[in-house]
C-alpha cells in the first residue's frame, strides 16, 4: 500500500523556498518520484474499481471577434507577466479527465508552468458531460475540480478549436515547449461482419452522444417506436449504461439531464425487450459488479438468463478464483437467474446471452431497416499459451428478430497528421507519455516534447479516476524530460506559448470560446433545467452553444 503525498503541499514547498531556474525540477521531480500513491484514495467513497477494462467487453454565430480577442488579450497579459523567464509552456489537447488530471499535475508541480487546454468542442470536460450516463450525477462532480483548474490563473482553456483541421500538430509544437495530447478515443471499432450498414444499426457511442446532447448527433434521430426489441451487443458498462436508458421509466429519466430530444423520444418508445449479447460467458462479463447490481435492482424488469449459460468449467472457475470483482457479477448474475419471476403485466424484460457472437445482420422486410442478428454459438477456446481465453464459433446458429442494434465493442481513437499511430491498436505508441515515432521494441525513438495521456494513450479503459493514474505517469515523464534539457529550444529562444496560439488564431481567424463563455453556457443550460425540474437542459446544436457562448 502506498501512501498519497500532498500535491498541495509540494506546491507550497515550491513557493515557500522560491525555487528559481533549473532548481524548480529538482522539486517536480521529488513530488513525483515519491512513492506512487494509492488509486484507491482517489476514488469517490463506495466505487468499485478495479477492473481497467470495465467500460467494454472488447476481446459563430452571433458573436464578436474583438470581444474574443480581447479577452485572449487579457489571457495574455495575465499569462506573462506573472511567470518571466522561466516559464515552460503547455498545451494539452482535450478536454477531458486525461486533459484536466494532466492540467491539474503540471500546474501543481511549478508555477511557472503555464497550460492553454484546446478542445474541439465549445464545452469542456470530454465524456464527463458526454459520456457518462445522466442518472449519474454523482461522477459528473468531478466537473467542478476541472472548473477550478481552468479558473487558475496559469490555465486557460480555448474551446472550439480542433486539432488536425483549425490547427496541425507541428503548429502547436512550434508554439509550445510542451505538447500533451489527451483528445481521447472519439471512433468506434466495426465488428466487420454483413449487414453492418444496415438502417437501425448505431455505435453504442453514437447513441450514448444522442443521448447525452452531444452537438455531433443531435440529428441521429433513432426510431424506438417502430420495434418492440433492441439488440446490445457486449456486456461492459457502456451496454449497461445503453440497457439501463432504454429501460429506465421516462418519469425517472426527466429528473435527469438527459438531451430534451432523447427523452422525447424515449417517451414515445415501444422498446420493451433488450438483449445483451456477450462473445464469452458471464465468467468473463465486462461489467462491474456495482453497474449490474444498478441494472438488476430495477423496478418491473424482468431479468431473463439460460441456466445453462451458468454452468462454469473448471477454467473459468480458476479465472474467477483471482478475479474479486468478476466473482461478484458471477455471483450476481446467478442469483438474478434464480430468482422467483414476477408477473409479466407491464414488465420489460431484459435478457443476458452468453457465448453467441454475431455473424451477420439481416434486414427486415423493406430491405433497408435491421430486421434481425443472426448469432453464431461458441465456446472458449485458449489460444497462443498464454491462459487467455477467445470466444470460437460452433458452427451453429440462431436470430433475434429486433429493429435496434447498438454496439458497444469500444471505442478507437483517431490519427493526426503527424502524429506516430498504431492503428492495430487504435493508440499512440508511448513510453510512459512519452510519444514514440519509432516502437519496435529495443529501437524506440522518442518524439521530444509531445506526450499522450488518457485513453489516446492507454486504449478505451479505465473509470474516470484511471486518468488521474495516467496524467501522473505522463507528467512524470516530462519532469525528467526537462531536467535532463531534452526540451529546451535548439534555438535556444522560449517558444511563444499562448501569445504564439493567439496570433495563429487571429491569422487563421479562428473564433475560439474562453473558459468564460463555456460558464455562459452553462448558466443558461441550468437556468432553463431549473424550469423543468431538471439539473441542466442541455444545448445540443453547435450554432446554440457558440451563441450561449458569446462574452
Ligand atoms: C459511455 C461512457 C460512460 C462512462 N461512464 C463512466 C462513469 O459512469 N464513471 C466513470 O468513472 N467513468 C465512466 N466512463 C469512462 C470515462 O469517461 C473515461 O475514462 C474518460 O472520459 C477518458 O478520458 P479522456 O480524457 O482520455 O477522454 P475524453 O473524456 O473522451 O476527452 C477527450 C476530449 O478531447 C476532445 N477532442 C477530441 N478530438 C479532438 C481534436 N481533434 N482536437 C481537440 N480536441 C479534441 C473531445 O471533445 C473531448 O473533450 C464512461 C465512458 C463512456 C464511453
Redo the contacts with the bound molecule.
Sequence with gaps: MFSVPSLFGYASFVTSFGVGDGSWLAVLLKAFSSPSRKFDDFLPVG?E?TREHA?FEVEGGGWKMGRLFLHGARLLSRGFCSLGSNRISVCI????????YTAEKMLKAHQTVEVDI????P??????R????PD?PE?KIVANQFSRVAKSERCSFFGN?????DISLSELRENYDIVVL?????SDRSIGIPGEDLNGIYS??EF?WWYNGHPDCFKMAPDLKSTDTAVILGLG??AL??ARILLRPVSELAKTDISDHALASLQDSTIRKVYLVARRGPAQAACTAKELREILGMKNLHIKIQQVDLDISPSDEEELKNQRIQKRVYELLSKAAASPHCPPAEQRELHFVFFRKPDRFLPSENGCTVGAVHLEKTFLEENGGRGERFAVGRGEFEDITCGLVLKSIG?KS?P?DGLPFDSHKGVVPNLKGRVLSSYQTGHEAVEHGLYV?????RG????????LYCAEETVASISEDVEKGLLTAASGTPKPGRQGLLQLLENKNIKFVPFSGWEKIDAKEKMVGQQRNKPREKITTWEELLKASNV
Design positions: 466505487s474499481v467500460y489537447v482535450g478536454s477531458g479527465p486525461a486533459g484536466f484546446i478542445d474541439r468542442l464545452t469542456p470536460f470530454g465524456l464527463v458526454y459520456g457518462v450516463a449519474h461522477t478549436i480542433s486539432l488536425g483541421s489527451s483528445y481521447g478515443a472519439e453504442a457511442r450514448v458498462n457502456v449504461d445503453v471505442y483517431l493526426i495521456a488518457g485513453w489516446l494513450k478505451p479503459i479505465g473509470i474516470v479516476a484511471t486518468n
